[in-house]
């Protein structure tokens, strides 16, 4: 058996002490299991009804009370159902990898807790502090959307309530909201109340959004019937912009469907995840698809796509044929889907921060959990919090398209997280290092049963344990007589195939990055951007055929917890979902990347100075899969 500290750099020789200061990025925690459940848990008290609600309603927002008018103008025309059809696909992508890691990994912390698993630390504290700047600012630039949509209830933003309306700070020229502040503050309350009476206020929203949506679906419908749908009688055709405009479109309304990932942030509090997990994800993305799309039909049909209001085009549409008054129930629609949105954005926040806390890379408070409602309350207040002051003090829509970084990042790690799983699945776990008298004991009972890997240079001391008890104890295992035992023919086969699968997957991500970044490219000369284009894609191409024909892991069916939902047509599927999200992340533009560098910054900063040294895999011991049981084992009945 092979022993490991976390920080071990065996065959580096001069290097290794060097090496060592980096090998906080690369370790990988073990899915929680009784072991490793040393914390307090969740209520689990979802059903399946309760995440369809909280998916719809964290991704059905205000968008699509507007984004429709604006890609139907200037991408795509009639053709805007087809788009929104292409980027339910492609979101579907994602969310077939998150079914799949959100059942074998059913704990709080989504993406940074599978990334954590399965990558590694360091990529695991980006993704979870990008998601963290995801849900503050998303929240905040939501709720200050509320503002104008209630001033409509009131004949203008003018005839607000004082304590409601916005108002400008003499000298400093910031204009606070009130409004957006005390939503945010409302909605905390509401989630300091426990996580199943938020949900049924969260399904009660989106219910009254939803009749608002087919209200829109029914009586458009009508009209179109009535009117003989003259927005599709055009000699433009049904694709005024080409393909080109189609798929332009489709780029631009992925981000509607941007919100399902919450319900995998909910997975600990999920009475039976491995089946309701994936049935929350699948059936609230199939839901807003659909509603997405009949809307979109509906609205265009209704009206030439060339005369929609860009900022209200379902209003304008309903006035066009003399429906005034539906523009205050297509404001009700707006407003609770703002409201449902602003909820799905403040609820993974808190659960975010816990995990994280509990892995030790950020302070202990954050990880309470209130044995009333059994939810992380102190995280959910300080969060809250923090969102109601920036939603006062600062106007972010300007930082909005920084919410999408997080998303992206976390679509992308969790899809190559997903084949990491099958084919090149965690095959060490860490362990304490207060259980090294277990294993100590365990070497000792062993006989011919373990073994040393001779391709593994025999253990030693200081470069395994850079501490000096942990040292001392090193040295006591090594007394034990270990029976080293031959590589047979089948684990040097599974070794290799191991190597392959792991460079394939690395070489795959690489030939991905260099298509995208050419792709995204606008200023280079058009050969060379063909030429860099096609190397990356033969890379990738290459790629995919080699990892189609390597075997998967048989561990991999028993990796987390079994009997879940499996993602399907693996590696296509996953390869696709970070071609497309890689696309979508470099496409964001210089200014967006800018300013999210500065967030990752800070987060580098704070990850260094505390996430490293105060990690709960700071002084653990790496050891192989099969044992890890038998030593918690022995570990008990020591104490015993």
Request: glycine share 10%; hydrophobic share 45%.
């Amino acid at each position: 058996m092979i022993v490991r500290d976390e920080n071990s750099s065996v065959g580096l020789g001069g290097g290794g002490k060097w090496f060592r200061g980096f090998g906080s990025l690369i370790r990988r925690k073990q899915v929680d299991s009784v072991h490793a459940r040393r914390h307090g848990q969740l209520a689990r008290k979802l059903s399946a009804v309760d995440l369809v609600g909280i998916g719809v309603g964290a991704t059905i927002g205000a968008g699509v009370y507007i984004l429709i008018g604006t890609v139907a103008r200037e991408q795509a025309g009639p053709a805007l159902v087809i788009s929104l059809l292409i980027a339910g696909i492609a979101a579907g992508l994602s969310a077939f990898c998150y079914a799949e890691l959100a059942c074998r990994c059913p704990s709080a912390g989504s993406a940074y807790h599978y990334t954590y698993i399965c990558i590694g630390e360091g990529v695991a504290w980006l993704v979870g502090w990008s998601l963290i700047l995801e849900y503050t600012i998303g929240a905040s630039a939501v709720a200050r959307g509320i503002t104008p949509n209630l001033a409509l209830f009131f004949g203008g933003e003018e005839n607000l309530p004082l304590f409601l309306a916005r108002h400008t700070l003499p000298g400093l020229g910031i204009v606070v909201d009130p409004c957006a502040a005390a939503l945010i503050l409302i909605v905390t309350l509401l989630l300091c109340l426990g996580i199943k009476e938020s949900s049924m206020a969260q399904s009660i929203v989106t219910t009254v959004n939803v009749g608002v949506m087919l209200f829109i679906i029914l009586v458009g419908g009508y009209l179109g019937f009535k009117s003989g749908w003259v927005g599709y009688e055009l000699s433009s055709g049904y694709f005024p912009y080409g393909v080109n405009g189609m798929f332009a479109g489709s780029a631009i309304v992925f981000f509607s469907y941007i919100g399902f990932d919450s319900v995998s942030s909910t997975a600990e509090e999920v009475k039976n995840p491995q089946r309701d997990l994936p049935i929350g994800i699948s059936t609230a993305l199939t839901i807003c698809c659909l509603l997405y799309m009949l809307v979109s039909a509906v609205i265009v049909g209704l009206v030439p796509y060339y005369e929609l209001n860009p900022d209200t085009p379902i209003s304008s549409a309903f006035s066009s044929y003399g429906m005034e008054w539906a523009v205050y129930i297509i404001t009700t629609g707006a407003v609770t889907a703002l409201f449902s949105s602003l909820l799905g954005s403040v609820l993974p926040q808190p659960r975010v921060f816990m995990a994280m806390a509990r892995d030790g890379l950020l302070p202990p408070f954050f990880s309470d959990i209130h044995r009333g409602t059994q939810i992380p309350l102190k995280s959910t207040i300080v969060t809250g919090v923090f969102a109601a002051t920036l939603a006062f003090f600062m106007d972010v829509s300007q930082l909005a398209g920084m919410v999408s970084v997080g998303t992206l990042l976390a679509f992308t790690t969790v899809a190559i997280s997903v084949l990491i799983i099958r084919y090149v699945p965690p095959n060490e776990v860490p362990i304490p290092s207060s259980l090294l008298s277990s294993v100590d004991q365990l070497l000792g009972h062993s006989g011919g049963h373990i073994g040393v890997d001779r391709d593994i240079s025999p253990l030693d001391p200081a470069s395994y344990y850079e501490d000096s008890h942990l040292h001392d104890k090193s040295e006591a295992l090594l007394e034990h007589p270990l029976i080293i035992k031959e590589v047979t023919k089948d684990e040097q086969s599974e070794k290799s195939r191991r190597k392959l699968a792991a460079w394939t997957i690395a070489f795959l991500c690489i030939g991905i990055l260099i298509v995208t970044s050419a792709a995204s490219v606008d200023w280079s000369p058009r050969i060379l951007q063909i030429t860099v284009c096609g190397m990356g894609g033969v890379v990738l191409l290459c790629s995919v055929i080699v990892l189609a024909c390597i075997k998967q892991d048989d561990r991999s069916h028993s990796f987390g917890y079994s009997g879940g939902f499996a993602c399907p047509c693996v590696p296509f599927l996953p390869s696709a979902c970070i071609l497309i999200n890689t696309y979508l992340l470099i496409d964001l533009g210089v200014d967006t990347w800018l300013r999210v560098s500065v967030w990752l910054l800070i987060g580098v900063l704070i990850y260094l100075f505390y996430g490293r040294t105060h990690s709960s895999l700071l002084h653990a011991i790496y050891v192989p899969s099969a044992y890890a049981d038998e030593i918690h084992r022995s570990q008990a009945i020591h104490i015993a």
